[in-house]
């Protein structure tokens, strides 16, 4: 049933497209320059690197392997080109976060599933806390009266489960041990599930130890991603600039918390929920709607760039651990 998902953006791109002119998208786009792309490129690339910089911090705390900044790039992009080809809610790529520092790094199972759950968690939690606040501001300032307290509390939703996670592990308690209990036992005598449920202890245990014991790099990586969406509102201010339309930073939050949202739609790399998005909110602001299809597009052609690169990564980086008949998926818990 997963081809359904690859019909979903069908009608969404119609909507976005239907009432857009060609040639008006020709002009925006021939309007550029190469300097203009340059810099616009330059801003994406320190997005990613607050990805990779968050990740980087809650391994350089755990301790458990020495990682370079470098490496950890690498891992990321990898993961965000699965991620974004998966279709779903910008998920699927974590597990070879996990893989890549257990085959390259040795490190074990336990630490590493922690390492990339924690740096999700703190992900998921921080981008709900903005989008929940960017949709409060643009409620009160009455730009996207549509938007209503619907929108609002659609993003503070977004962040109760990973907040909920991190309070509880904050507490030292274990959310997940109690779910493994109530598995029939044909499934957890497996021997496959036993070694599973043990990394997943393990990375409770780590989870733990790092929320109460490193809690300084916890609030570092949330800064981090705080940065992050700080990018975001610069990359789409700076874009929008670009195609000659300056506007104030209440309207450009709009335009990202719209985006955002749209990534979540269970499509691959949103495809279709972005566009429509972005011509929804600017013709909700009174702007030319071929301005906000034109900003997604570059969103569109920014994202596969990097996910073709990704892929390409990951294929070289795949088949140099074919190379290496020594390695094992599990690396022996210590």
């Known amino acids: 049933m997963s081809w359904l998902l690859w019909l979903l953006p069908l009608p969404l791109?119609?909507?976005?497209?239907?009432?857009?002119?060609?040639?008006?998208?020709?002009?925006?786009?021939?309007?550029?320059?190469?300097?203009?792309?340059?810099?616009?490129?330059?801003?994406?690339?320190?997005?990613?690197?607050?990805?990779?910089?968050?990740?980087?911090i809650v391994l350089l705390a755990q301790g458990t392997a020495r990682v370079s900044f470098v490496e950890v790039s690498a891992y990321r992009l990898v993961s965000f080109a699965v991620?974004?080809?998966t279709p779903g809610p910008q998920f699927g790529g974590e597990p070879l976060q996990?893989?890549?520092?257990?085959?390259?790094?040795?490190?074990?199972?336990?630490?590493?599933?922690?390492?990339?759950?924690?740096?999700?968690?703190?992900?998921?939690?921080?981008?709900?806390?903005?989008?929940?606040?960017?949709?409060?501001?643009?409620?009160?300032?009455?730009?996207?009266?549509?938007?209503?307290?619907?929108?609002?509390?659609l993003t503070l939703l977004l962040m109760v489960l990973p907040l909920g996670l991190l309070v509880l592990f904050w507490s030292g308690y274990r959310p997940f041990t109690p779910l493994i209990g109530l598995l029939p036992e044909s499934i957890r005598q497996a021997a496959v599930f036993e070694q599973a449920a043990a990394a997943v202890l393990n990375a409770e245990d780590e989870i733990i130890a790092f929320c109460q014991q490193r809690r300084g790099a916890l609030i570092l990586a949330s800064l981090v991603t705080i940065a992050s969406w700080v990018l975001f509102v610069v990359e789409y201010?700076?874009?929008?600039?670009?195609?000659?339309?300056?506007?104030?930073?209440?309207?450009?939050?709009?335009?990202?918390?719209?985006?955002?949202?749209a990534f979540l739609v269970p499509a691959p790399g949103g495809l279709g929920a972005v566009e429509a998005s972005q011509v929804f909110v600017m013709q909700a602001l009174g702007y030319d709607p071929a301005i906000g299809l034109s900003l997604s597009l570059l969103?569109?052609?920014r994202?596969?760039?990097?996910?073709?690169?990704?892929?390409?990564?990951?294929?070289?980086?795949?088949?140099?651990?074919?190379?290496?008949?020594?390695?094992?998926?599990f690396v022996e818990e210590e």
């Open 13 to 56: 791109l119609w909507l976005a497209f239907c009432n857009i002119s060609f040639g008006r998208l020709a002009d925006l786009f021939t309007s550029l320059n190469a300097l203009q792309v340059a810099a616009l490129v330059g801003v994406n690339v320190l997005v990613l690197a607050t990805f990779s910089a968050r990740w980087w």
């Open 83 to 85: 991620s974004f080809f």
């Open 98 to 153: 996990v893989y890549f520092l257990n085959r390259s790094h040795d490190v074990p199972t336990g630490p590493a599933l922690a390492s990339v759950a924690l740096e999700k968690t703190i992900e998921l939690t921080i981008n709900g806390l903005m989008m929940a606040a960017g949709a409060i501001l643009v409620v009160r300032s009455e730009l996207l009266p549509e938007l209503g307290q619907t929108g609002v509390v």
């Open 237 to 261: 201010g700076f874009a929008l600039s670009l195609f000659g339309l300056r506007l104030p930073l209440g309207q450009v939050v709009a335009l990202v918390v719209a985006a955002r949202l």
């Open 299 to 301: 969103i569109r052609v």
């Open 303 to 329: 994202d596969l760039l990097f996910g073709l690169a990704g892929l390409a990564l990951g294929w070289a980086m795949g088949a140099q651990h074919l190379l290496r008949p020594t390695d094992r998926y």
